[in-house]
């Protein structure tokens, strides 16, 4: 079907849609069902060699280490390969190189997520102590005894890799998903910021995640873009990559 004096194909009502519904809520269903799956698999497996005394020790193998970051992958390739397979490609449904606007919001977002997480992050020590408030990167990484190139490129992890794997699901994936069925932008980017706060399963820091989560989806909610979402994701990370480093 095409319109009258227009040479160019109609696309037919149905693009871009998976069993009757956007193909980004598939793809985040997916993603996030692959994320615990792996996750479960390599809990089970650090629980196994913890359990016997002649086994390896996971965490002082350095490249093993970064097993912790292995469930991640699949929050951001499932929405890769559904934007190749049911969308428009994933520079035209993410917008995932940043631009010089991009640098610019994310890194004022990113700002604000590192204020907001640190001022709520000090309150909430004060209501549930220093050891309900540690992060997961504490507990992956204690008493590791890697080597130096193995603690840079699980850094560079932390900045690069899980805020773009995060971004393409949740500023991306699941983003697309609800704004195709007319979802308020402010309805989005705080539901959005609450999954982002529970897959991180860290109940004492909810909150601050909350906020974090809020403030890094602004940057897309502003430009309309991942690409700026992941630097203020980035840059919100970057103390911890630093922290990692450091305390390592």
Known sequence: MQREG????????????????????????????????????????????AAD?????LPQLGPLVLLAFVPNILLGLVPWLGSLRW???VRADFGLLPTGRDLKVGLACGGFALLAGYLLNL??????????????????????????????????????????TEELLFRGALWNGLAHYRIPNWAILLLTALLFAQ?????????ALLAQGVAIGSARLITGRVGASMVAHATNNLPAALFLLIGS
């Not at 009757?20 to 650090?46: D, E, R, T």
């Not at 992060?135 to 490129?153: C, K, Q, Y």
């Not at 897959?199 to 909150?207: D, F, I, K, N, S």
């Open 6 to 49: 227009d040479d160019r194909p109609v696309p037919p009502v149905r693009t871009g849609l998976v069993l009757g519904a956007h193909w980004g809520l598939l793809a985040f269903v997916l993603a996030l069902g692959g994320y615990y799956a792996v996750s479960l698999a390599l809990s089970a497996l650090a629980t196994i060699d």
């Open 53 to 57: 005394p002649t086994g390896i020790r």
């Open 87 to 89: 969308g428009n490609g």
């Open 123 to 164: 309150m909430l020590l004060q209501i549930y102590g220093s050891e309900r408030m540690s992060g997961p990167l504490t507990e992956v990484f204690r008493g590791v005894s890697a080597e130096v190139g193995w603690l840079v490129l699980a850094a560079i992890v932390v900045v690069v890799g899980a805020p773009l």
């Open 199 to 207: 897959l991180h399963g860290e109940p004492a820091r909810t909150v």
